[in-house]
């Protein structure tokens, strides 16, 4: 099933993306200081959003562990850069914390935000960004900030909206068309938008195709 009506992906390109991740996942480390990245041998693609949007939720949506990253309903979950490796496979996903949590002592927010950005804009071997948004919510100033950094450090970025089960499908079809139409002069954005849901699995095999044909780059 799919609410990705662009239908970008062949058949081959799922498979691809459903044998990716049925090799077994697993968390190789997490960093709080970008002079402790782990020596650079896979791509990476990394999962960046504001706080409480879904990242951790979507990583384990894709390798398949519930409890892989760690999630909650209390934003600010995820402190660390994490990277999760399965063996022989050429990539490596990157959970971030999240941005724009408020409620957070300030210093802890500006040592988090600094390591997200740092990392976003020098790593050679980042390959993609997906920057998810909160299907209710849409693009905030904070994703606008992210993007910006992003087109400035020609870091290729890809919108995943998140929570689709959330919103009714007429709401998300047009959230889909209003997103794309932001993304249209941003230079460094990927022009194809993801819909998921960790929650019932939708746009889950959308999502690994992608990161199936990203891995071969
Ligand atoms: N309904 C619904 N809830 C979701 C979905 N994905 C995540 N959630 C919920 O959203 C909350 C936050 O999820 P996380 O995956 O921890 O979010 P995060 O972006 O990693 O958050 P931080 O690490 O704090 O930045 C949790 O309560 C999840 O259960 C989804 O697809 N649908
Ligand atoms: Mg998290």
Redesign the pocket.
């Known amino acids: 099933m799919t609410q990705n009506e662009d239908e970008t992906y062949s058949e081959a390109e799922l498979e691809a993306g459903r044998l990716l991740f049925a090799a077994p996942w697993e968390f190789q480390t997490s960093v709080t200081d970008m002079a402790k990245l782990p020596p650079i041998n896979a791509n990476e693609i990394a ?1 960046a ?13 894709l390798t398949g562990r519930k409890g892989l ?11 660390m850069l994490n990277f999760f490796v399965s063996d022989g496979t050429p990539v490596s996903i990157v ?5 724009g ?1 408020a409620q957070a002592p300030k210093d802890l927010v500006d040592a988090w935000t600094e390591l997200v950005f740092s990392y976003l804009r020098g790593r050679p071997s980042l390959r993609r960004v997906f920057l ?1 948004i909160d299907s209710r919510h849409g693009i905030k100033k904070n994703d606008l900030e992210t993007m910006a950094l992003l087109d400035k450090a020609a870091v290729v970025y890809q919108v995943v909206l ?5 919103i009714k499908p007429p709401a998300l079809k047009k959230l889909i068309a209003e997103t794309k139409a932001q993304l249209l002069k941003r230079v460094a954005a990927y022009p194809e938008i993801i819909a ?5 699995n ?1 746009g889950v095999d959308e999502l690994k195709a992608e990161i199936a044909r990203i891995s071969t780059l």
């Not at 990253?69 to 402190?79: C, K, L, V």
């Not at 998140?162 to 959330?166: A, F, G, W």
């Open positions: 999962f959003g504001r706080s409480n949007v879904g990242k951790s939720s979507l990583i384990n949506a990253a760690r999630t909650s309903s209390t934003p600010g979950r995820t402190q959970d971030m914390p999240g941005y949590y998810l998140t929570k689709s089960d959330k998921t849901s960790s929650e019932k939708l």
